[in-house]
């Protein structure tokens, strides 16, 4: 069983900045971050795979950078430039697929508890 325990969330303001991270108990190949807002499916937001292949919504190109440190089995994304559709349940996740970062939820086994960001206009 994998814990990911996750930390970073809260309020700010349009075009403010607000870093996640989420620390896992094992090493995993591929760690994501997925949001989901109220009324709406959870989606894809940036991952990451062991050797540093990263993907990103096209919401948050240029906005959002993902990072990870092997050594700590931890994963953090930094947000910047933050908008008011930002504001969402952001949840850190885990997958076996090692070769490229899928988009899809049902490729991922092990979630955290969720970290809520609200941006205020």
């Known amino acids: 069983q994998v814990q990911l325990v996750e930390s970073g969330g809260g309020l700010v303001q349009t075009g403010g900045s607000l870093r996640l991270s989420c620390a896992a108990s094992?090493?995993?190949?591929?760690m994501a971050w997925f949001r989901q807002a109220p009324g709406k499916e959870r989606e894809f937001v940036a991952g990451?795979?062991?050797?540093?292949?990263?993907a990103y919504a096209d919401a948050v190109k240029g906005r959002f950078t993902i990072s990870r440190d092997n050594t700590k089995n931890t994963v953090d994304l930094q947000m910047n430039s933050l908008k008011p559709e930002d504001t969402a349940v952001y949840y850190c996740?885990?997958?076996?697929?090692?070769?490229?970062?899928?988009?899809?939820?049902?490729?991922?086994?092990?979630w955290g508890q969720g970290t809520q960001v609200t941006v205020s206009s």
């Open positions: 990451i795979t062991g050797s540093f292949g990263k």
């Open positions: 094992v090493s995993r190949p591929t």
């Open positions: 996740a885990t997958s076996s697929i090692s070769a490229v970062v899928p988009g899809r939820p049902r490729n991922y086994d092990y």
